[in-house]
């Protein structure tokens, strides 16, 4: 496991309170497509806040970014939010399809963000099966400028072979981007198997950055690490897919990209305070 007391405390941009309660009532055709998680990683299912917590204690890890998803309902965050506010930040999951419209999606993003301060909305469109270039998605984004929140989106493919990986795809948040400058989007998952586009928006968007989740660093692609180190130092963001891996799986390796003191700070915590607009 990483230690460096080069490095402030550190920010996770993606985690996921896969809560007992919520695991128990899910269908099993949902935890099919859970449990199916690229690299081979599996989710630890049913894990409580209190776990959640002892294990960023373990590794350094001060504050981390709480999202709700398709299968993670708005009301277990706003729970973990509650229960640690100081280490824990809301980000929101509402659906444009759903039979109400899109309006109603919009006002509970509001509703979260107004009462308990959430800072983002995470979309994997991919569930949906929608590219998130649809005209549906576009109040949100429009919802989520005004607010001065983030846009933080699954990009790359995706791990499930039932889903499509077409809605993955890098270009998409390019158009996003231009349609949007001032929103600050955060791609997950490092774009693979497209992060060399992934990177080419990134350097090409000012408010774009990239997010580590769901890979370890031994498998970061080269011309990501590249990026991390040079040119791209300021908009790659360290973070796990807890619990699908661990904090310790998701740092051990850092030390072998040889990074320097200020890109290790960047790329652990600073970045992440500016692409979530943090108060620290």
């Keep these: 496991m990483m230690t460096d007391n080069d490095v402030r405390p550190i920010i996770d941009a993606w985690v996921q309170p896969w809560l007992p309660d919520t ?49 993670i309902p708005n009301d277990d965050v706003i729970e973990a939010v509650r229960r640690y506010p100081d280490r824990l930040i809301g980000i929101a999951n509402v659906n444009p399809w759903s039979v109400d419209g899109v309006m109603p999606a919009v006002r509970e993003l ?84 497209w992060t060399e586009e992934m990177i080419a928006v990134a350097a090409k968007h000012p408010n774009v950055y990239i997010d580590t989740s769901a890979h370890l660093p031994k498998y970061y692609p080269a011309a990501f690490v590249h990026f991390l180190r040079t040119y791209g130092r300021r908009k790659c963001i360290w973070a796990s897919d807890w619990p699908i891996l661990t904090f310790q799986a998701a740092l051990d390796g850092l030390d072998a990209l040889d990074l ?21």
């Design 110 to 193: 509001r509703r979260l963000v107004g009462a308990f301060g959430f800072k983002g909305l995470k979309l994997e469109p991919f569930i949906l099966d929608k590219v998130p270039t649809e005209a549906q998605w576009y109040p949100l984004y429009a919802a989520c400028t005004e607010l001065d929140i983030t846009l933080q989106v699954q990009v790359g493919g995706t791990g499930p072979s039932t889903y499509t990986s077409e809605t993955g795809r890098p270009g998409h948040i390019d158009r996003i981007a231009i349609d949007f400058p001032e929103l600050r989007i955060v791609a997950g998952h490092i774009g693979w198997p």
């Design 260 to 280: 320097k003191p200020e890109v290790r700070r960047l790329f652990l915590h600073d970045n992440a305070v500016e692409a979530f607009a943090l108060q620290e």
């Design 23 to 71: 695991v128990a009532k899910m269908p099993e055709r949902n935890m099919t497509l859970a449990d199916r998680m690229q690299h081979g990683a599996l989710l630890r299912a049913g894990m409580p806040l209190e776990t959640l917590i002892e294990e960023m204690d373990a590794n350094n890890v001060s504050k981390a970014l709480c999202s709700a998803g398709p299968l």
